[in-house]
């Protein structure tokens, strides 16, 4: 894995962030790799076909786009305050796809992302963003589990 230069670190916010966090910031250190944090925001409603809707419904997802855009800054100063190269992207989209999108653009060596844990109803339902990319991904793909510390 000597190509590892980028390494593409999607992050929700949720609690295996964290973990997905030390495991980049480590394998960024020992690889001298550029980390490229990656938020992926649901899709405007008038984006998947649907009439854009209330100026309240608009304004409570304006605001929770401002509020991830600021948790992703955040993030990208304390990892770049440790000596790493970070670039933060905030985009919005379809998860699995935005994410192999970026693995390209980026030149990503390595994707680093978290699973949920959820069950197999869940995934059968609904899909799993690792999954998914394990599945497309043309590099390779470290998943930290829920609950796992590094």
Not at 92 to 101: D, F, N, P, R
Not at 122 to 140: D, E, H, I, Q
């Amino acid at each position: 894995m000597n190509n590892v230069h980028t390494i593409l670190v999607p992050i929700d916010f949720s609690d295996v962030t964290p973990n997905v966090l030390d495991t980049a910031r480590t394998l960024a250190l020992a690889f001298k790799s550029r980390i490229v944090l990656l938020h992926i925001a649901e899709p405007e409603p008038d984006f998947v076909g649907f009439e854009p809707g209330p100026v309240s419904v608009r304004s409570s997802v304006a605001k929770e786009f401002h509020t991830q855009h600021k948790q992703l800054d955040e993030t990208k100063h304390a990892l770049a305050a440790a000596g790493l190269d970070v670039t933060a992207l905030h985009i919005q989209g379809a998860t699995v796809e935005k994410i192999l999108h970026e693995a390209t653009q980026q030149n990503a060596g390595m994707i680093v992302l978290g699973s949920h844990g959820h069950g197999a109803l869940y995934k059968l339902l609904t899909g799993s963003v690792a999954a998914g990319v394990l599945k497309s991904a043309k590099c390779p793909v470290l998943v930290v589990p829920s609950g796992a510390r590094t």
